[in-house]
């Protein structure tokens, strides 16, 4: 229907509310209305319409689920105050389940989950090689290999385990035999080492990453903190939960033994030191590859596989290293330390030589791509000294130096010829994969723009070549036992 022409007020010749004033281009505008009031509208059908709220700061709300841009000339601080109710009612809206899936997902992504693997595995993979150089001989030996539990008349040539399909078909009973072989102490130290290992690995890494938010917000804005996937609080507490858990459990378990307590308190003062003030180790290269190499080369293979060789009772040594009690209860003295020290077998001190490179390596490598960040707060790692291109083929180099190093020192320390052929030609392919690899990275392609584990990223080659091989070696170690 036809709208009804403006209607003139008496005052100054304006039109009056409520009226239509028709512009030049032929549109029509409502004329005369204060700010705050309500425009009328009408349907094509001429049906009278809810009205619309025309102030500014009813204008501020949001549209679908983006909140709307505060009006030009509006107030910073009334603006701000309006965008920041617009995302609480946002966040009021998101369901409770998709709330409690993302705080999972970005507590997972707060325990960096490759170094939290690294450490279930060196845990893992040492407590192996004790058992199998343990003092239960044939039991450790069992343990040790799967089908060595099965009786010699089953696996005799003939028989029908004998063949491939056979030798499957027996595994299950292998298995079962080989787990029933293992020493009843094993399982209780090993959960005792296990379990505050991870829980100070978290501890470790949150407190890194609670003290470098400035820096990871230039260098990994896809962490959970800069990103905002996790809140402070959230991660504060979680890391806090972490240390009273690690600590209690390496103090007040039964199966607690001095190694253990050794490499857990350690590796907590060490990582404490450097994230944190005062001391903040990691600006200074030298100091900070110590920490890393010091963790995750000598205390963490040699204290994990002294415990295991405490708790199973070996060696002469064992009576000096109990009667030290556990830490608090009796001091450790120089003999307690010599005896536990003479446990390490050569096997396991190729271990800690081996780690000890590898630690300084991964120290050296994780710089490369936060040279923009750390170079900005002042943090000198040997990235923002030398050049991330330098560093990162001064890291390759070493690396495949060492993995050719283990393959000559495998073919001497490991015991069986197939051993030594195995973990000798496994070494080597190892260092060519090291080389190989790093042909298609490309240093430059790196920062916050960046995601972690990019095609042609250092990021990706530290977690895919480095990190990787790092498992690798862990699940190869107990056959070289």
């Known amino acids: 229907m036809r709208r009804p022409p403006a209607r003139v007020s008496a005052m100054a010749g304006r039109p009056a509310l409520g009226g239509w004033v028709r512009r030049g281009n032929g549109t029509r505008v409502t004329a005369g209305r204060p700010a705050g009031r309500s425009v009328p509208r009408r349907s094509a059908g001429g049906r009278r319409q809810p009205p619309v709220a025309t102030d500014a700061a009813a204008r501020v709300g949001t549209v679908g689920d983006r909140p709307e841009e505060p009006p030009l000339g509006a107030d910073a601080g009334v603006a701000a105050a309006?965008?920041?109710?617009?995302?609480?009612?946002?966040?009021?809206?998101?369901?409770?389940?998709?709330?409690?899936?993302?705080?999972?997902?970005?507590?997972?992504?707060?325990?960096?989950?490759?170094?939290?693997?690294?450490?279930?595995?060196?845990?893992?993979?040492?407590?192996?090689?004790?058992?199998?150089?343990?003092?239960?001989?044939?039991?450790?030996?069992?343990?040790?290999?799967?089908?060595?539990?099965?009786?010699?008349?089953?696996?005799?040539?003939?028989?029908?385990?004998?063949?491939?399909?056979?030798?499957?078909?027996?595994?299950?009973?292998?298995?079962?035999?080989?787990?029933?072989?293992?020493?009843?102490?094993?399982?209780?130290?090993?959960?005792?080492?296990?379990?505050?290992?991870?829980?100070?690995?978290?501890?470790?890494?949150?407190?890194?990453?609670?003290?470098?938010?400035?820096?990871?917000?230039?260098?990994?804005?896809?962490?959970?903190?800069?990103?905002?996937?996790?809140?402070?609080?959230?991660?504060?507490?979680?890391?806090?939960?972490?240390?009273?858990?690690?600590?209690?459990?390496?103090?007040?378990?039964?199966?607690?033994?001095?190694?253990?307590?050794?490499?857990?308190?350690?590796?907590?003062?060490?990582?404490?030191?450097?994230?944190?003030?005062?001391?903040?180790?990691?600006?200074?290269a030298v100091l900070a590859s110590a920490c890393v190499l010091s963790v995750r080369g000598l205390l963490i293979n040699a204290g994990f596989f002294l415990h295991m060789r405490v708790a199973l009772g070996a060696g002469a040594g064992t009576a000096a290293v109990a009667a030290a009690g556990a830490m608090g209860a009796a001091p450790p003295t120089a003999a307690a330390a010599a005896a536990t020290w003479a446990l390490m077998t050569p096997v396991a001190t190729g271990a800690c030589a081996f780690f000890v490179g590898y630690g300084l390596l991964i120290a050296l490598f994780k710089d490369v791509p936060d040279v923009a960040g750390d170079a900005a707060h002042a943090v000198r790692t040997l990235s923002v000294r030398l050049g991330a291109r330098r560093v990162f083929g001064g890291c390759v180099a070493g690396l495949a130096a060492l993995f050719l190093t283990a393959s000559a020192g495998t073919a001497s320390l490991a015991t069986g010829l197939a051993a030594k052929v195995g973990l000798a030609a496994a070494h080597a392919a190892a260092a060519g994969v090291v080389l190989s690899k790093a042909r298609s990275v490309d240093v430059a392609k790196e920062g916050g723009n960046v995601a972690e584990g990019a095609p042609g990223s250092v990021s990706r080659y530290y977690l895919r070549v480095v990190w990787v091989l790092f498992y690798l070696e862990y699940l190869l170690l107990p056959f070289a036992g």
């Open 82 to 284: 309006a965008a920041a109710a617009a995302a609480d009612r946002l966040r009021d809206r998101v369901p409770t389940a998709a709330r409690v899936g993302r705080l999972v997902r970005g507590l997972w992504q707060f325990t960096r989950p490759h170094t939290l693997i690294g450490t279930f595995l060196s845990v893992l993979s040492l407590s192996a090689l004790a058992l199998r150089s343990g003092p239960a001989g044939g039991a450790a030996a069992a343990a040790g290999s799967l089908l060595r539990s099965a009786p010699p008349e089953a696996l005799a040539p003939g028989t029908a385990a004998a063949s491939p399909l056979g030798a499957l078909a027996a595994l299950p009973a292998a298995v079962v035999g080989a787990v029933a072989a293992v020493p009843a102490p094993f399982w209780p130290a090993l959960w005792t080492a296990m379990v505050p290992a991870l829980l100070l690995n978290v501890f470790i890494v949150g407190l890194n990453q609670l003290c470098d938010i400035p820096i990871d917000a230039i260098n990994k804005p896809f962490l959970p903190l800069p990103a905002r996937a996790l809140s402070v609080p959230a991660a504060v507490a979680a890391v806090v939960a972490c240390l009273a858990g690690g600590v209690a459990i390496g103090l007040a378990s039964p199966a607690t033994t001095l190694p253990l307590q050794v490499v857990l308190f350690a590796s907590t003062a060490l990582g404490v030191a450097y994230s944190a003030p005062p001391l903040r180790l990691k600006r200074f």
